[in-house]
């Protein structure tokens, strides 16, 4: 990233502005069915053990043999990130002792990643948008998993997420503030789910960071960076970077300097603290395994995965900004999910694009996230809230109507145009019956036409009146027209 | 290249072997025998040669995504010292 530094982005000292700069390293579960060198499950939960072969108990003489929809889905998250995908790669050997590693060592990628060098954009909630570049992807087996609080003297192990695939993918240290971290976290979820290679799922673990923090006076070179290992939400992410940020701050302007180390971010208390077991685990020895040929395919095989990718969310995004007239910041909203995206789609299709995505976004992502609801999940069809746009854009129904109108199908259901016959929602457009309404409200307040006269942002409470005399479904504009003539004002 | 009685030590820790005091001299010695044996490769010139990761020309083995294995947590755990509810029970383990 090459943009300026943005003051507004600064973190206050007690004596300097101080600049953050973070990296991250976001390990994504693969979407597949079996594991990445096994032909165990991958499936969450499961009880103990059950999802495991002898390879990921690591039994002697077991052999890996490598998954190649896990390949395929490496490659394609690294076309999605528009990255370098190296024809050749190579699986080492990253040896360190824990008890839930039952090999001794993790089969990752070290010198000859799949992915090299790609780029993400990413867009920010004051519309500024930067591009965070991405050094590398490479495959990864996870670990097994310890549970400490069964019992006071030993720990459980639980094999089953040994072996299953992850993407690691390392971003260049672009990063200026926790709101860009969590917006970096949040597109790549959002390219990954587009993908389908990696479900995005944190509460289940399918994506973890590892974030890297220091801090430096502008114009200064890097810091001494500390990484904080394993953090699950994005909002942690952010709360993470702002409590090591201010540590580091502190520590300096007390004339301190800070150790490169690991530490663990304890959200229940809000503060980092060292993860000292981590340090000399951070000789690796790497060396290329054994067990496993260095891994190849030809153009061919890249260009058809190529072909088949989705329709990404920044092309998409770029697409409902020309097609349908949104603003960015709704079609940003709209491309977050797929789903979202398609229903979108299917209210928008042969109608007005700006009042479909009002419609979608104001109202059902406001009910939908008042109720809990997904899209999936959503009560209101894509074609019930078209019928719904439609018979406001025919003029049947007002705006005020339709919101009680989507009310009733979302509660119970229903054709919206056969509910607003039986119901006899229509709007009134006989001037005739408007009228009537109007003038029985001006005879009754003949204190009120008089200060209206004075005072023409009264015309409002009169137009709030008639709308009640007629149960809401007087033609507003009609409404307007006629009491503006009959009150006399322009 | 060779290696003093501290890397003996830390090596020997990452290991997880244990190494006794009077082993770390002896031991040094034998690791400089080897490493001093490995070096004579240096004396090859190599330059321009891939490194061979196979005899014969091999592709990648590969396997197709489907579940084939599992659900044998019985004999997974068969061999563990302690175990509970097919879990593996080792010494607690706390950051």
Redesign the interface.
Known sequence: MTAAVNPKKLIKGGLHDWEVVIGMEIHAQVTSRSKLFSGASTEFGGEPNDHVSLVDAAMPGMLPVINEACVAQAVRTGLGLKAQINHRSVFDRKNYFYPDLPQGYQISQFKDPIVGEGEVLVDLPDGESITVGIERLHLEQDAGKSLHDQNPTQSFVDLNRSGVALMEIVSRPDLRSSEEARAYVTKLRTILRYLGTCDGDMEKGSLRADVNVSVRRVGDPLGTRCEIKNVNSIRFIGQAIETEARRQIAIIEDGGTISQETRLFDPGKGETRSMRSKEEAHDYRYFPDPDLLPLEFDQAYVDALAAGLPELPDAKKARFIASYGLSPYDAGVLIAERASADYFEAVAKGRDGKAAANWVINELFGRLNKEGHSIETSPVSADQLGAIVDLIGEGVISGKIAKDLFEIVWSEGGDPRQIVDARGLKQVTDTGAIEAAVDEIIARNPEKVAQAREKPTLLGWFVGQTMKATGGKANPAAVNALLKAKLGIE | MSVDATTVR?IA??A?IAVSEDEVAPLQGELNAILAFVEQLGAVDVTGVEPM??VTP????????????????D???ANAP?T????????????
């Open positions: 830390r820790h990452l997880r990761t196979s091999m592709a990648m083995k590969k396997r197709a995504d489907a579940v084939t294995d599992g659900a044998k947590a004999a997974i755990v302690e509970e509810d097919h879990y593996f029970l080792v010494p607690k383990v706390v950051e």
